[in-house]
């Protein structure tokens, strides 16, 4: 990367590049724990006149890369962020998988999809079927915003709609929908998640079985598709959890 690269030369670099650079070698050194790694990071943080850098506090290595972030102007996604490799939150879950399917009817947002796998896992609704449209789990930018859960859940792509287990439920902002919250969802069934920007597909609409809204107050009727499936979520795992 900089191997060759002389104080001069690098100084040359614009400051978005040479944060990029010593981003990407605290990324590195953080994920791998190469020494060469932090030694080409010692020189660069010499060049830039920066106080040497405590690489064994966790919370010292994370505020000095999202520094080189900012100065670099690199826009902050979550999956950018650094995480040590086992979370002191996280845990090998026993919570049983519910018997409850995602359908994404033609999303086209990777970013959503990953996220929608990572409520999926935190939740442990069940399984993931994709439309086909929709990127799979073979995208890196899925895998990215999924957190390490994407190869945690059983995803497939489907043909259609007929494959799905019914009854298939609809999360729509239909005026006439009944509220999320005074719904009761049956043991097992397809919750059908729509396109971020015409909702579910007149194909989907048509075969539902029912259909349900988060009642939303504000001027925007709708939430991120994203959004509105973690709140979902929460209400499908607490009556599935707490049924007698």
Not at 46 to 59: H, I, V
Not at 181 to 206: C, I, K, Q, R, V
Request: net charge neutral; with cysteine.
């Amino acid at each position: 990367m900089i191997e060759n690269v002389t104080e001069g030369q690098f100084l040359r670099f614009s400051e978005r590049f040479r944060n990029k650079i010593a981003a990407r070698l605290l990324r590195l050194f953080y994920e791998h724990k190469e020494l060469r790694t932090l030694v080409l990071y010692r020189r660069v943080e010499e060049w830039l006149g920066l106080p040497r850098l405590s690489e064994e506090n966790f919370y010292i290595l994370s505020d000095r890369y999202h520094m080189h972030l900012e100065k670099a102007k690199i826009a902050l996604k979550e999956h950018d962020l650094l995480f040590p490799a086992f979370h002191t939150m996280d845990h090998a879950s026993s919570a049983p998988w519910l018997p409850v399917t995602i359908y994404l009817d033609n999303l086209r947002s990777a970013f959503n999809v990953g996220s929608i796998l990572r409520t999926t896992e935190a939740f442990r609704l069940g399984s993931v079927r994709f439309g086909k449209a929709t990127p799979f789990i073979d995208n890196l930018k899925v895998q990215k915003t999924s957190m390490c859960t994407y190869d945690k859940i059983s995803c497939e792509r489907v043909a259609s709609l007929a494959e799905l287990p019914r009854p298939l439920i609809a999360l729509e902002t239909a005026e006439e929908a009944p509220s999320i919250f005074h719904f009761e969802f049956p043991d097992s069934f397809t919750l059908l998640l729509g396109n971020e920007e015409y909702g579910l597909s007149e194909e989907a609409l048509s075969q539902r079985d029912a259909i349900v809204k988060i009642p939303l107050c504000g001027f925007k009727n709708s939430l991120n598709v994203a959004s509105a499936f973690a709140i979902a979520s929460s209400v499908i795992s607490h009556q599935l959890r707490n049924r007698k």
